[in-house]
């Protein structure tokens, strides 16, 4: 039961790094850098999910689930950056330097909060270990910061889909594909997280989230 979970997890952390290659070697192409941070966070996000299904006990499965969060801070302040940068728009990059502070500040704070949760309970109200089948699932209940972190995810992504959306129609036929491929990469981890957080899932406390990361990955290796 392990090895069904973890295999595609693998397999898209591995995905990832061939892309992070792929991607350094074409830097000159707008919007590479935030687009080789976006594949970085989700393989962290990926690779340590699949670490922590395989964590023996509790603690341990904590231990891998702070981890992660190195990845999933990164992923929606990359795909902001890239969405702007990847349309060669120089006012919009401008003025998404007026929010640098916030870019900056809501994943370094996060971090912080999730290092120190013990303290406060206000990433996690509580964990525990689940059954599911043969595995020990980490069942968590989110605590205020989550969602306010979520709420800064969800519109991150909101403005840079829309922005790429809004430029299908102005860009030149030959780049439409692979604008609408991009945006195609990005739905799938946005309809997994929000299935996990509605508890929309096949299998409870499960986070579909990293799974996504391999057919979003298939897609970008496409663009």
Do not use: C
Not at 76 to 101: I, K, M
Not at 178 to 197: E, T
Request: hydrophobic fraction near 55%; charge should be positive.
């Amino acid at each position: 039961m392990q090895l069904f979970y973890v295999s595609p997890l693998i397999f898209g952390t591995l995905l990832g790094l061939v892309l992070v290659l792929i991607i350094a070697q074409n830097r000159p192409m707008p919007g590479s850098r935030p687009l080789g941070a976006l594949v970085v966070g989700a393989l962290l996000w990926s690779g340590g999910y699949a670490l922590e299904i395989l964590a023996p006990d509790l603690e341990t499965k904590l231990l891998w689930a702070k981890l992660q969060y190195f990845g999933i801070v990164m992923v929606p302040v990359a795909w902001y950056l890239f969405a702007v940068q990847y349309l060669a728009q120089p006012g919009w990059s401008l003025r998404s330097l007026r929010y640098r502070l916030i870019l900056i500040g809501m994943p370094l704070l996060t971090l912080v909060l999730v290092w120190t949760n013990e303290r406060h309970h206000l990433v996690w109200r509580y964990t525990r270990l689940q059954a599911a089948g043969t595995l020990q699932i980490l069942e968590i209940e989110h605590g205020v910061w989550f969602w306010v972190f979520l709420v800064f995810t969800y519109l991150l992504f909101a403005i840079g889909s829309t922005k790429l959306v809004l430029s299908l129609r102005q860009s030149p036929s030959g780049t439409r594909g692979q604008i609408g491929l991009v945006l195609l990469a990005s739905l799938f981890p946005f309809l997994s997280n929000l299935a996990y957080v509605t508890h929309f899932n096949l299998v409870q406390h499960v986070d579909w989230t990293p799974f996504s990361f391999t057919l979003s990955g298939v897609l970008l290796a496409l663009t």
